[in-house]
């Protein structure tokens, strides 16, 4: 069975940092792009980061571009998040996703795999 597994949430002060990890199994995810996403209470979910598994092209959407950096580890089956500079504004549950494509898309309709999600949560 296909599985998204996220790690790495937490409690944190603004100006911190955190490491998200998005661990695959199940099933072999080359040519799949792994994105990061996230949704704040009360508002909807939208694309934070994406990466293509195979040709480490990448995408951010311009509120985490500079702060965050996301990267994979093919031999461990694991996205990563890398995520500095924690605003409040960042607290969400973060989720990451997948999509059988060469082609980032930062749509979330565009991605059949999801894992259950992440808490970030960064006070002032």
């Known amino acids: 069975q296909e599985q998204l597994v996220e790690s790495g949430g937490g409690l944190v002060q603004a100006g911190a940092s955190l490491r998200l990890s998005c661990a695959a199994s199940g099933r072999t995810f080359s040519n799949y792009v792994i994105a990061w996403f996230r949704q704040a209470p009360g508002k909807e979910r939208e694309f934070v980061a994406a990466i293509t598994w195979s040709g480490g092209s990448t995408a951010y959407a311009d509120s985490v571009k500079g702060r965050f950096t996301i990267s994979r580890d093919n031999a461990k089956s694991t996205v990563y998040l890398q995520v500095n500079t924690l605003k409040p504004e960042d607290t969400a549950v973060y989720y990451c996703?997948?999509?059988?494509?060469?082609?980032?898309?930062?749509?979330?309709?565009?991605?059949?795999?999801w894992g259950q999600g992440t808490q970030v949560t960064v006070s002032s």
């Open positions: 996703a997948g999509r059988n494509s060469v082609f980032i898309s930062k749509n979330d309709y565009s991605y059949v795999y």
